[in-house]
């Protein structure tokens, strides 16, 4: 960059004097990020100790919270090393950070932007009063393959869902933005294509399409870039025989020349070391040449490019505009942050001690987790439970579990302060139920030795609840699994209890889509809860007890058997007349239960969707009109879903892809009508040239409470036309709430 003094603002000056300055050292010290372990004797930053940053030899740490510790390291930076630059304090607030709140994949399945916007506006406020500055969230990673462990921390397997939901977590992070300290900096991650490893193994390669590419992994991200994230971290894995760290296409070309993005580019942890074992360079040199040619300007832990850079930009192989370029954007989030005005802003403990689980965080964790869950079946209306049933079983180790219920990311969440299923259970009954506990089985174990005593129990008691799934260290990052039933001895117990005839509840908790069709077949009724987070216990209660009608609706396909992974709603046609030709000899081709589905304690009816027009051109709208009726007993939400198929065209389309969606809240009896606006961002595709049009033909809208609706109407698109740019990747209906910077 040519810099002019005088055509500078103050701020830039501020940054260019400062640059002016540094060393080379001090440079590739910004760049580097460190990691520090608490102690009882106070933080220790691993890898050379506080005199790293005396000597200005780290930027940004990762693992530092809380207003003491981050306020001591800070001092050592501004007031014992030679420019005083403040350190950027860094990390994962995935889901919560004191308070924890629902799994971003538990979250999805509230299909409430406005809920997550929020939840995320309340982890941003603690976090930031505990000195933390940037967060490595939102994940967003499309995921549609249940073996991969960190399925649990994206919103699911759709790009629709999940750039709403990327958008609604980016602005929650953000808030009003600086100057407000509770700002939080936020970070798009695993770019891009790391939800889908070969064989659901983390880490592992990915081949992808670039059709598939382009129409469901990087929509997100886009969104996510529109709606202003401030950093981007890619992924570890390789796409199309190039690490992402090392992938100059994607990171300079797409993301920051294509799309525009200005922010920071920081490294997964150890990834530019990883560079060396992914065999795309021999030596540490040729590891920092590779990632900071791909515009990578963080690096996360290894320490290469403190040891290296300096030497690249002495012997000529680095020009120092392009240091500096990395450097600039370090110092601008700084400053944007308002450190270099107060680096102690984010470390205040008044703050610290007024914002954590407040009664107002604990009450929005209660009911993002009562959104989240969902029905999946409820025979003959077993549930909800009456409160005052004489007697309830309840069994299985994680209805115990208080550390489960803070799910994969827990934040600085503490497992006490959690409230597990079985608290939840006993608190919300009678006084004069009695509720028995058995562990009965784990997931953790063959052990067999309680089951008989569970069945006992079982034959004493009115309604037997199971609380099964999977420990929440069962997924998670490099928590993949080879299959998807219930672990340990779960199965056993179930059977068991089944004997007895007694009703069976079971409730289950778990990170991913299970594989259960043994469940789905025998047992009267599933909620899926998930992970809930700090109140899953009381919404568990709330739910089960009927204070509360669920709504939830499943943000990804749940599979019968791993063989048929990946599976997901928004499949192509095959070439054959019916699916039974590419059917398996021995399985099912449908999921057990599809993308959307979810049961309410009511029911609701759909009329058939009506259009504004039969025909459009390319360039008009149209409007499809649907009344939704309450036609149960109670007070319920539905989640509305419309999808939308391109009947003919020049390349081959989505069976359905989701294309709007919205909650209703309907008391028994009530109706209410609907408008959905579909434009161009709907119609168009990208054609066999990589093209955006939209082409003429035939459209069918599927409008419903699930993607297996049939509630449909058909429209013609009578000419083609080219669509100019990009388009948007926020979803319309969040793009009248638009931040300035979304278009
Ligand atoms: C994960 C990232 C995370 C980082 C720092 C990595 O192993 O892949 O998602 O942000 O660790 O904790």
């Known amino acids: 960059m040519n810099v002019h003094a005088d055509s500078l603002t103050d701020k830039e000056q501020q940054i260019e004097q400062l640059l002016a300055r540094m060393t080379l050292e001090e440079k590739a010290g910004q760049l580097t990020q460190l990691v520090v372990q608490k102690s009882p004797t106070g933080p220790v930053v691993a890898n050379g100790g506080e005199d790293v940053i005396r000597h ?327 549930l909800p439970l009456h409160k005052d049933l004489p007697k309830l079983l309840v069994v299985g180790a994680l209805a115990d579990d208080q550390r489960s219920t803070l799910g994969s990311w827990p934040g600085d969440g503490r497992a006490k302060e959690s409230i597990s299923v079985l608290q939840g259970i006993k608190g919300a009954v009678s006084s004069a139920t009695q509720v028995v506990y058995i562990q009965g089985a784990s997931p953790d174990d063959l ?90 216990g009381n919404a568990v209660a709330d739910i089960l007890f009927g204070d509360v009608n669920p709504s939830g609706k499943l943000p990804v396909t749940f599979p019968r058997a791993v063989g048929q992974v990946p599976i997901y709603y928004s499949q192509k046609h095959t070439g054959r007349q019916s699916n039974k030709d590419a059917a398996y000899i021995d399985q099912s081709v449908t999921p057990l239960y599809p993308f959307g589905h979810g049961l309410s304690y009511t029911t609701f009816t759909y009329d058939p969707p009506t259009l504004s027009a039969t025909q459009i051109t390319a360039t008009e709208t149209l409007t499809v009109q649907v009344t939704v009726h309450n036609s149960g007993q109670r007070e319920g939400e539905e989640i509305v879903q419309l999808y939308l198929h391109d009947n003919v065209a020049s390349v081959t389309r989505p069976v359905r892809a989701l294309r709007g969606f919205t909650r209703v809240r309907l008391k028994p009896g009530e109706a209410r009508t609907l408008d959905f606006v579909l434009d161009q961002d709907d119609f168009a595709l990208l054609d066999r040239y990589f093209l955006r049009r939209v082409e003429p033909g035939t459209f069918t809208v599927f409008v419903g409470g699930s993607s297996a609706t049939d509630n449909q109407a058909s429209f013609e698109i009578t000419n083609t036309a080219r669509v100019k740019g990009l388009g948007s990747a926020i979803p319309r209906m969040l793009r009248a709430l638009a931040n300035k910077t979304d278009e």
């Open 56 to 382: 200005s030899g780290v930027g940004s740490l990762l693992g530092a919270s809380g207003v003491q510790d981050t306020r001591r390291l800070q001092q050592i930076a501004v007031e014992e090393s030679r420019l005083h630059i403040p350190l950027l304090f860094t990390e994962d607030v995935l889901h919560g950070f004191r308070t924890i709140f629902p799994v971003p994949l538990a979250e999805a399945a509230a299909w409430d932007p406005d809920l997550t916007q929020r939840t995320t506006r309340a982890a941003a406020v603690e976090a930031s009063a505990s000195g933390i500055h940037l967060t490595y969230a939102p994940m967003i990673d499309i995921a549609r393959d249940p073996r991969w462990g960190r399925v649990v921390e994206g919103s699911g397997e759709d790009p629709f869902l999940g750039s709403a939901l990327a958008v609604a977590r980016v602005r929650g992070f953000h808030g009003k933005g600086p100057p407000e300290v509770s700002t939080l900096l936020s970070t798009a991650k695993h770019f891009v294509g790391y939800g889908a490893p070969e064989g659901g193994r983390d880490y592992n390669t990915s081949d992808l399409s670039e059709r598939t590419l382009l129409e469901t992994y990087l929509p997100p991200f886009r969104a996510a870039v529109q709606a202003g994230v401030d950093a981007v971290m890619p992924a570890y894995n390789e796409l199309d025989g190039i690490p992402m760290h090392a992938n100059g296409p994607l990171l300079r070309e797409k993301l920051r020349e294509q799309w525009g993005f200005r922010g920071l580019i920081v490294s997964d942890f150890n990834s530019v070391r990883e560079l060396m074992l992914h065999g795309v360079a021999a030596t540490p040199t040729e590891a920092v040449k590779v990632a900071f040619g791909a515009t990578v300007d963080i690096d996360m832990v290894s320490g290469l490019y403190a040891q290296e850079l300096p030497a690249l930009v002495r012997n000529g192989q680095l020009a120092q505009s392009t240091l500096d370029s990395a450097v600039r954007r370090v110092l601008e989030a700084k400053q944007r942050l308002g450190l270099f005005d107060d680096p102690y802003r984010y470390s205040d403990a008044a703050r610290e001690k007024a914002n954590l689980l407040t009664p107002q965080s604990r009450a929005l964790a209660r009911e993002a987790a009562q959104k989240s869950m969902v029905l999946l079946k409820n025979e003959k209306a077993l």
């Open 447 to 536: 052990d067999l030795s309680e089951i008989d005593k569970a069945h006992q129990a079982a034959l004493d008691a009115d309604v037997v609840i199971a609380v099964l799934g999977e420990r929440a260290n069962m997924s998670g990052e490099a928590r993949s699994r080879s299959s998807l039933g219930l672990p340990g001895a779960q199965d056993a117990l179930l059977s068991r209890l089944l004997e007895t005839g007694k009703p069976v509840v079971v409730i289950l908790m778990n990170g991913r889509p299970l594989a259960i069709p043994h469940l789905a077949e025998q047992v009267p009724a599933i909620l899926e809860s998930w992970f809930l987070g700090s109140e899953m």
